[in-house]
């Protein structure tokens, strides 16, 4: 079964004093993301579902650009089931951050 991959649509861009530009979530909406994702990741998720189960209302688009990002960066598969956190952080990385300051 072949899996679509998400593109850009029309949409998603947007025209500013005659340059066009894409509309990029903040590192807020991101993380916001990203903790629902690794929260519920046992389980596939839709993209629907998703929207439904965050905190604050996030742009279909929006939602869609932070999904190719996390795909891309190797954190989320996409599959017929819908979307899945997959990412563990490094072992050698948590116990560097176990015994670190925080400031």
Same mark, same amino acid.
Do not use: C, D
């Given at each position: 079964?072949?899996?679509?991959?998400?593109?850009?649509? #029309?949409?998603?861009?947007?025209?500013? #004093?005659?340059?066009?530009?894409?509309? %990029? /979530?903040?590192?807020?909406?991101?993380?916001?993301? #990203?903790?629902?994702?690794?929260?519920?990741?046992? *389980?596939?998720?839709?993209?629907?579902?998703?929207?439904?189960?965050? /905190?604050?209302?996030?742009?279909?688009?929006? +939602?869609?650009?932070?999904? =190719? %990002?996390?795909?891309?960066?190797?954190?989320?598969? %996409?599959? /017929?089931?819908?979307?899945?956190? *997959? %990412?563990? =952080?490094? =072992?050698?990385?948590?116990?560097?951050? =176990?015994?670190? +300051?925080? *400031?």
């Amino acid at each position: 079964m072949a899996i679509n991959k998400i593109q850009f649509k #029309e949409s998603e861009i947007i025209e500013k #004093e005659g340059k066009t530009e894409k509309r %990029y /979530p903040n590192l807020i909406t991101v993380l916001m993301v #990203e903790t629902l994702l690794k929260k519920h990741r046992n *389980i596939p998720m839709k993209v629907s579902e998703i929207k439904k189960k965050l /905190p604050k209302k996030v742009m279909h688009q929006t +939602l869609i650009i932070i999904l =190719e %990002y996390l795909w891309k960066s190797g954190k989320i598969i %996409y599959g /017929p089931k819908g979307v899945q956190w *997959i %990412y563990s =952080e490094p =072992e050698h990385l948590k116990k560097m951050f =176990e015994n670190s +300051l925080s *400031i």
